[in-house]
């Protein structure tokens, strides 16, 4: 892991939004915490000139590319092409000086480029090189995407930097493996790269691919048409080309008789942390976050406190983002403080924080989409007008206008407001797909 400091890293802001105001008895304490990272360099070198760093700054990332080769992909035919091509565009998008490699995923893993073990270092010699590598690629065989995932593992970690990020493309079903197989390459790699995974076609398993991203900490998607597989190959590489920091982590510490009941990420998507809690010394844990560029995120955080008189105060949570150092000490990046005040003034402890408000909705609405889609899929037809109409309710209120748009292709708007739907007798399962693969991207609290 890398010494990071000041000059190399960006720099990290904490904004806690929250109502501190408890009715008396009250003991649960909500709080989003905002976490801002900037001059990390996502917007502006790693777009406009992806193969240009400052001066005197050396790369320190290395990406592994893991394309689907099972024989799948050969039907139709432009799916292979879609996938070669893409993985063109995203090695025109990898940086001089990152370390790379290519990987052939069938019912096992193939070194495609560079081989015999290694990375290889970009430049405009070994892009072309691994190019020409990608159009000897050919599909046959199954598919076991652990076995994918535990070779990029080995390749990456055999490069000293401390930005480590894999992308996955897949057109089928993991049929080649055990789920248990696969949640076990998952476990393993977790904490040692970051991934990104895309379903292309319509014949995976939506809950593989969001899976594969949530363990890794990457973005899921779905790329219905093979045609779109290059723009959003590059768009991901050069998210991953700007991220700047690794391993950071949410680090919550909670006085004595304080618990943390949850902490989810909320935006840019809802992803559940509460279970990947690792113990940071008294009462403080440490929740993964991940690799981070020029970006915000927001974090829900519930604390339980102890029951307090009318008048007194306490620090129920102190936030800080933090990153590992070499001697195994941590860096604190930044901080911020959730607080509680117990009042006997209702007006103050009934208000319900606007950013609070709006993100327990957004969660809902992910929840009532999975529900809504795995109701209908088991027939249960009253069950999934209820929880798609109440989707749709909540993204008209929310603003959330994208998620909006999916839900329309899957039940007929009769009363937005009102969350009246209709189930759509046709849907195109491409159109199910994308809702559920996007079903957990939120918006933002309108200002």
């Known amino acids: 892991m890398a010494n990071f400091s000041k000059s190399n890293v960006p720099q990290f802001s904490v904004d806690v939004y929250q109502n501190e105001y408890l009715p008396e008895g009250g003991r649960e304490v909500n709080a989003i915490a905002t ?9 502006g070198a790693a777009v406009s ?27 139709p035919p432009t799916k292979m092409r879609g996938a070669r091509d893409a993985t063109s565009a995203a090695i025109d998008a990898v940086r001089d000086g990152v370390h790379f490699a290519v990987i052939g995923g069938t019912h096992v893993a193939k070194e495609v480029y560079p081989g015999n073990g290694r990375l290889a270092v970009a430049d405009a010699q070994t892009r072309e090189q691994a190019k020409q590598a990608l159009r000897k690629l050919s599909a046959g065989g199954g598919t076991a995407i652990g076995t994918w995932l535990r070779l990029a593992d080995r390749l990456l970690s055999s490069a000293d930097v401390s930005i480590r990020h894999g992308i996955v493309l897949t057109d089928g079903r993991n049929e080649h493996e055990s789920p248990e ?11 040692r790269f970051t991934c990104d995974a895309r379903g292309v076609g319509t014949d995976w398993e939506v809950k593989e691919v969001t899976g594969i991203a949530s363990a890794l900490l990457g973005t899921a998607d779905i790329v219905a048409d093979p045609s779109g597989l290059a723009a959003d190959f590059t768009q991901m590489m050069e998210a991953a080309m700007g991220k700047e920091v690794a391993d ?15 902490v989810k990420q909320v935006a840019p998507t809802v992803e559940e942390l509460t279970g990947r809690r ?17 970006e915000s995120r927001d974090y829900h955080i ?3 406190v102890p029951d307090a008189e009318l008048g007194q105060e306490m620090l129920a949570a102190r936030v800080s983002l933090i990153v590992p150092q070499p001697d195994g000490s941590a860096q604190t990046l930044s901080q911020g403080l959730v607080r509680a005040v117990w009042t006997d003034d209702m007006s103050a ?22 529900q809504g889609l795995d109701a209908r899929k088991s027939g249960d037809m009253d069950g999934a007008t209820a929880k798609l109409g109440r989707a749709v309710q909540l993204a008209s209120a929310s603003g959330n206008e994208d998620t909006a748009k999916l839900l329309s292709k899957v039940v007929d708007v009769v009363d937005a407001v009102a969350g009246t739907v209709r189930l759509k007798a046709r849907v195109a399962e491409a159109d199910e797909m994308t809702l ?3 079903s957990t991207k939120t918006v933002r609290v309108k200002k």
């Open 349 to 370: 402890s009934t208000s319900i924080n606007p950013q609070v408000a709006h993100y327990t909705g957004q969660a809902e609405l992910a929840q009532v989409i999975q």
């Open 436 to 438: 559920e693969t996007r």
């Open 302 to 304: 519930c604390v339980e």
């Open 278 to 294: 690792t113990e940071a010394g008294p009462r403080a844990g440490d929740y993964p976050t991940g690799s981070w560029g020029d």
């Open 181 to 191: 197989d696969l949640q076990a390459s998952l476990d393993a790699c977790a904490g």
């Open 35 to 43: 976490v801002t990272s900037t001059g990390g360099g996502t917007v």
């Open 248 to 262: 950071v982590s949410l680090r919550l510490w909670t006085p004595m008789g304080s618990e943390i009941k949850f």
């Open 49 to 75: 000139a992806p193969h240009l760093y400052s001066a005197g700054q050396t790369p320190d990332a290395a990406v592994a590319i893991m394309v689907d080769c099972s024989g799948s992909m050969d039907y």
